[in-house]
């Protein structure tokens, strides 16, 4: 757990060191936590939704990573989507900042609230875009259309799909 806790205090720090010293179990505890999280937000503190809501999560986590490592091997790339995906599950851990913004709602002006916002999604994605850079070894460039082609590949197909149902009805 000392990687884990070490990813919360400075996760730029650890991912700058060895990439290999994280286990299946860190990323799985990450995922647990996330998810209490996400259930958390719902009000819906029960069994079933939280196992509905954890098989969603490492589903969607899991086609993210796919992808991602689909298109690196199309780069040229070494697999390394076990790899991957325990790095990208502790990233998710970093949501647990997200709590006390939500908290400091009703005490700050919405626009030191937004700003605050910003900068966590900014420090998120920063983190992201540093871990896809440290596990295929590629550029900060590279790095970056690795993360955004998931998001555009998944929300063209739900686009995609909505217009079809829509033309079919």
Do not use: C, E
């Not at 400091?104 to 626009?111: N, Q």
């Not at 900014?122 to 955004?148: D, E, H, N, P, W």
């Amino acid at each position: 757990m000392v990687v884990v806790l070490n990813y919360l205090v400075n996760p730029f720090k650890q991912l700058n060191g060895s990439l290999k010293r994280l286990s299946l179990w860190h990323s799985l505890f990450s995922l647990v936590v996330f998810t209490l999280f996400l259930i958390s937000l719902g009000n819906r503190y029960t069994i079933f939704s939280f196992l509905v809501q954890f098989l969603l999560v490492v589903v969607v986590l899991s086609l993210v990573v796919g992808i991602i490592d689909f298109i690196a091997q199309l780069l040229k790339k070494k697999s390394a989507a076990v790899l991957l995906f325990k790095w990208l599950a502790v990233s998710t851990m970093l949501w647990i900042y997200i709590t006390p913004l939500m908290l400091l709602a009703s005490h700050v002006s919405v626009v030191w609230l937004l700003l605050l916002y910003v900068v966590f999604f900014s420090i998120y994605f920063k983190v992201q875009v540093l871990t896809i850079k440290k596990v295929y070894g590629i550029r900060t460039v590279q790095a970056f259309i690795l993360l955004s082609l998931p998001g555009v590949l998944l929300g063209g197909g739900i686009l995609l799909f909505g217009l079809n149902l829509i033309t079919y009805f």
